[in-house]
T-cell receptor
Framework: DAEITQSPRHKITETGRQVTLACHQTWNHNNMFWYRQDLGHGLRLIHYSYGVQDTNKGEVSDGYSVSRSNTEDLPLTLESAASSQTSVYFC???????????FGSGTRLTVV | DQQVKQNSPSLSVQEGRISILNCDYTNSMFDYFLWYKKYPAEGPTFLISISSIKDKNEDGRFTVFLNKSAKHLSLHIVPSQPGDSAVYFCAARGNAGNMLTFGGGTRLMVKP
């Protein structure tokens, strides 16, 4: 069965370190998204990609970057982790129809 | 400026009664609306949707109502069950591309 997986599920890192969160989907979806979920803010878009070599900034992109070298993967990199980036991160993919996303199970990141 | 708002962060109802979750939006260009359900430690999953050309869509115990003139949609769950306890996100799609904009979420607690 097709799926979308995120790793790691939990991560603790120190302020200033570079961290990469993985997202891998086997739906063969062109569109992939990264969101963060914070209390009171819901799901906020960080970055998104509509295909290989395409990346775009979302609502809260400062301090984050992504790269898309193949259809299946969209890793999210925190260049220099900050305590404000402590959050739960969700990756999602879609077929481009706009009729819904499929989400991964999330990565809980704690920056200490 | 939040284009999709869920003004009630939490809602508590008794098992067997009706749960009504509300969502307001400001962008009149939104053409498709979705509700997602999220359990702890899991990613959001699609629940039900409605096109802007309709005013009601029903799927079992779940019904979504859309009032375009008021820019308001609601999710009705009848009867509510303890397993419905989760966070519910409202989302809207703009007709330019397939980007979804999410509300802040409402935590529903159904008491036995």
């Amino acid at each position: 069965d097709a799926e979308i997986t995120q790793s790691p599920r939990h991560k603790i890192t120190e302020t200033g370190r570079q961290v990469t969160l993985a997202c891998h989907q086997t739906w063969n979806h062109n569109n992939m998204f990264w969101y963060r979920q914070d209390l009171g803010h819901g799901l906020r878009l960080i970055h998104y990609s509509y295909g290989v070599q395409d990346t775009n900034k979302g609502e809260v992109s400062d301090g984050y970057s992504v790269s898309r070298s193949n259809t299946e993967d969209l890793p999210l990199t925190l260049e220099s982790a900050a305590s404000s980036q402590t959050s739960v991160y969700f990756c999602a993919s879609s077929d481009g129809s706009g009729y819904g996303y499929t989400f991964g199970s999330g990565t809980r990141l704690t920056v200490v | 400026d939040q284009q999709v708002k869920q003004n009630s962060p939490s809602l508590s109802v008794q098992e067997g009664r009706i749960s009504i979750l509300n969502c307001d939006y400001t962008n009149s260009m939104f053409d498709y609306f979705l509700w997602y359900k999220k359990y702890p430690a899991e990613g959001p999953t699609f629940l039900i949707s409605i096109s802007s050309i309709k005013d009601k869509n029903e799927d079992g115990r779940f019904t979504v109502f859309l009032n375009k003139s008021a820019k308001h949609l609601s999710l009705h769950i009848v009867p509510s069950q303890p397993g419905d306890s989760a966070v519910y996100f409202c989302a809207a799609r703009g007709n330019a591309g397939n980007m979804l904009t999410f509300g802040g979420g409402t935590r529903l607690m159904v008491k036995p």
